[in-house]
C-alpha cells in the first residue's frame, strides 16, 4: 500500500512538472518578442546618442542620458536570462552531447564566477584523477557555475579568509567522474534540504534568485545519465556532489558533432526577407540590419509566400517558427515543394518552441535556429557568415 502510495505521488508530481514546463515555455514565448525589440532598439538608441555625443563633445547631459541607457540594458539582460531560465526549465531544448574534458569546464566556470568567490572565501581546487564524460559542455557549465555562486552567496560578505570554497574530483570506484564543489556557509537546515530540487522554491530573498537553478542543475545532469546529490548541516556548510559516467574510449558512440559557426565573413549587401507577426520586432530588425543588407519584411507569411510565388528571391529569410495562420514550418514544407533553393535559404527565429511539433522540427532540422532576443552585432555577425555560405539566388520571372 506504501509503494502505492508513493507511485501515485510521483505520478502526481510529474504532471504537475509537465504542466509547470509548458506554462513556463509559453511565457518565455511570450516575453521573448517584445524583449527582442526592446533590446534592439535600445542598443540602436545607445549608438546614436554615443555618435551625439562625440560631435558635440562631453557633457554631463550626454554623459547621464548614457549611464541611463547603459542601467536599461543592465535591465534587460537580467530579464533575458530569467526568461533563459524559464525556457530551460521547460525542457524544450535539445541536448548536443560530446565526450567533455571537466577540469576545462571548471576552470571557465571558476572565471566566470570569479566576481561572486574572491570576495567570499578562499577558493580551494583539489583535483584528482578524473575520467571525460560524455554530455552537453555549455550545460554542464551551467550547472558548475550555478554551483559555485550558489556557494559564494551561502558564505556572509567580508572574512574571506575565514572562509573556504573547495572543488574536489575524483573517479569513484565504479570508475564515475565525481566533482564536489563544499563551501564553508551557513549551511542548510533540515527541513529545507529535501526540497531543494524543486522548481521555483528558494531561501534566497526577493530578487536574488529565481528558484529554478537547481531544478535546471538535477534535470541537466540526469539528463546526461547522472546524479547530483547534497550533504549540508546548518553552520557546517554544504557540499553538492554530481556524479557523471564516464565517456566510452571509442568513437563509435554515433555522436555528431555540434555545426560550427564560424566561417569567413561577407562584405557583401544582401536581400533579406524578414518574416514575424510582431509589427514592433520587424521594425527593430529592419533598423538593425538596413544599413548592411536590402531588406524587405511581412508579418504575415501567406503574404511573404505570394510575393515568392511571383518569382521573388532572398539571399536569406528569417522566419518566425510560430506565427498564427501559416508557421514558418509550414512555409518551409511549402518552399520545399515549389521553391526548393528558397527553402534551404531560411533561418528560423524563435522566443522559444514550446509545441510538440516545433520541438520534433528543430531536432530534426539542419537549418539555421537564432533565439530572441538578439544582441544586434551578434545577429550582424551571424548573418555575414550564412551569407559568406551562400551564392546569390538565381532570379526567376514572374
Not at 557633457?59 to 534587460?76: C, F, I, N, P
Not at 515568392?308 to 517558427?321: F, K, N
Request: hydrophobic content about 40%.
Amino acid at each position: 500500500l506504501q509503494e502505492l502510495q508513493t507511485t501515485r505521488e510521483r505520478l502526481v508530481h510529474a504532471e504537475k512538472m509537465a504542466a509547470v514546463g509548458t506554462l513556463a515555455a509559453g511565457v518565455g514565448h511570450e516575453i521573448n518578442n517584445p524583449l527582442a525589440y526592446i533590446i534592439s532598439n535600445l542598443h540602436y538608441i545607445s549608438a546614436e546618442v554615443r555618435d551625439a555625443a562625440q560631435r558635440d563633445g562631453p557633457s554631463a547631459r550626454w554623459s547621464e542620458v548614457e549611464q541611463a541607457l547603459g542601467d536599461a540594458l543592465t535591465g534587460a539582460d537580467r530579464v533575458r536570462r530569467i526568461v533563459q531560465d524559464l525556457k530551460t526549465f521547460s525542457r524544450m531544448q535539445p541536448e548536443r552531447h560530446q565526450r567533455v574534458d571537466l577540469r576545462a569546464v571548471l576552470e571557465l566556470s571558476f572565471s566566470l564566477a570569479d566576481a561572486e568567490l574572491r570576495h567570499r572565501a578562499r577558493v580551494v581546487k583539489d583535483y584528482g584523477e578524473l575520467p571525460n564524460v560524455r554530455g552537453d559542455e555549455t550545460r554542464l557549465g551551467q550547472v558548475f557555475l550555478n554551483l559555485l555562486v550558489n556557494a559564494a552567496q551561502a558564505i556572509p560578505e567580508g572574512h574571506a579568509d575565514q572562509h573556504e570554497i573547495r572543488v574536489t574530483t575524483r573517479r569513484n570506484e565504479q570508475g564515475q567522474a565525481v566533482v564536489a564543489v563544499s563551501d564553508t556557509g551557513t549551511g542548510i537546515p533540515p527541513e529545507v534540504l529535501p526540497r531543494i530540487f524543486e522548481p521555483f522554491f528558494t531561501t534566497k530573498p526577493q530578487g536574488v534568485g529565481t528558484g529554478l537553478g537547481l531544478s535546471i542543475c538535477h534535470s541537466y545532469v540526469q539528463n546526461m545519465g547522472g546524479d547530483i546529490r547534497v550533504r549540508s548541516a546548518p553552520g557546517r556548510g554544504t557540499t553538492f556532489e554530481v556524479v557523471l559516467p564516464p565517456a566510452m574510449e571509442t568513437s563509435s558512440s554515433g555522436e555528431h558533432p555540434a555545426v560550427s559557426i564560424t566561417g569567413p565573413a561577407s562584405t557583401s549587401r544582401g536581400r533579406l526577407l524578414i518574416i514575424d507577426d510582431e509589427p514592433l520586432l520587424i521594425a527593430a530588425l529592419s533598423r538593425t540590419l538596413a544599413p548592411e543588407h536590402e531588406v524587405v519584411a511581412f508579418t504575415s507569411a501567406r503574404q511573404a509566400l505570394e510575393r515568392l510565388r511571383a518569382g521573388e528571391r532572398y539571399e536569406l529569410i528569417l522566419c518566425d517558427l510560430m506565427m498564427p495562420e501559416m508557421t514558418g514550418m509550414e512555409l518551409h514544407e511549402t518552399l520545399m515543394r515549389e521553391a526548393p533553393e528558397q527553402a534551404a535559404r531560411m533561418v528560423f527565429l524563435t522566443g522559444g518552441a514550446f509545441t510538440e511539433a516545433a520541438h520534433a522540427f528543430l531536432k530534426t532540422t539542419r537549418l539555421p535556429c537564432l533565439e530572441k532576443p538578439f544582441e544586434p552585432e551578434a545577429l550582424r555577425a551571424r548573418l555575414r557568415v550564412l551569407l559568406a555560405r551562400r551564392a546569390p539566388p538565381a532570379s526567376v520571372s514572374a
